[in-house]
């Protein structure tokens, strides 16, 4: 082997124990660092100012002022005929002064009639039924009662059936609606009566209605007092 062929085998086996020799040596120590033992100036830290939350200021609750105002605390009944159909007249007027009175509470009720039209709307149905029941079994209720011959009106009755049933039922119902009907659009403020269709005659007109609502809760009250 000549010199040349040994120094190309020579120079691989050289870099190859390098290589070991640095992988298995330690790395060298970090230099220190260079730091001044001279003393940093103190900064103070800024103070910062007081956060202030705001806080909120209770007000006392105002009521609405004006005309709108006077509502609060009033009462308004409406008492009408539901039998009449007046109870779409009676809504009106309850969405117009709750509107012009915020805070106005207004009643709806039934005004009903007298003591003795309701005790007769009550007798009407059992007469209709008794009459009805008379024409169907006539014949075999007549000589219960010991009347061997009926009289000449349930002949006549008899003779139409059908006609005489649906009659005697319209006539009852009609009787027994105007018996439940007052014909009452009456309108009461805090107790007060301020307007009657049953003395008037006629229904009050929405803004005539208002005036007078309006009159009645702005009136000063006179308080009397014990000396």
């Known amino acids: 082997m000549d ?3 040994l120094i190309l085998i020579s120079l691989p086996i050289f870099l190859f124990c390098s290589d070991l020799f ?6 060298p120590p970090k230099p220190p660092s260079h730091r001044t033992n001279q003393p940093q100036p103190h900064i103070p830290h800024q103070q910062r100012p007081p956060v202030v939350i705001p806080g909120t200021l209770d007000f ?6 004006g005309l709108g105002a006077v509502g609060y605390g009033n009462t308004v009944e409406i008492n009408f005929c539901i039998s009449c159909s007046f109870k779409g007249t009676a809504v009106t007027m309850k969405k117009m002064l709750e509107t012009a009175f915020p805070g106005l509470d207004v009643v ?7 003591a003795p039209k309701r005790l007769l709307a009550k007798v009407v149905p059992v007469a209709q039924m008794g009459v009805i029941g008379m024409i169907v079994a006539g014949d075999r209720i007549f000589p219960m009662i010991g009347i061997a011959h009926p009289p000449a009106w349930f002949n006549s009755l008899r003779a139409n059936r ?5 009659s005697t039922w319209l006539l009852g119902n009609f009787l027994q609606s105007y018996l439940q009907s007052s014909g009452a659009f009456e309108v009461l403020c805090n107790g007060e009566l301020v307007f009657s269709k049953l003395k008037e005659g006629r229904f009050p007109g929405e803004i005539e209605l208002r005036d007078l609502i309006s009159k009645t809760l702005t009136k000063p009250s006179v ?5």
Not at 60 to 65: A, D, E, G, N, T
Not at 162 to 166: H, I, P, T, V, W
Not at 223 to 227: A, E, N, Q
């Open 3 to 5: 010199r040349s062929q």
């Open 22 to 27: 640095n992988l298995f040596t330690p790395p």
């Open 60 to 65: 006392p609750s105002q009521k609405p002022s």
């Open 108 to 114: 709806l009720a039934n005004y009903p009639p007298p």
């Open 162 to 166: 059908f006609g005489s049933m649906a």
């Open 223 to 227: 308080v009397t007092g014990s000396y």
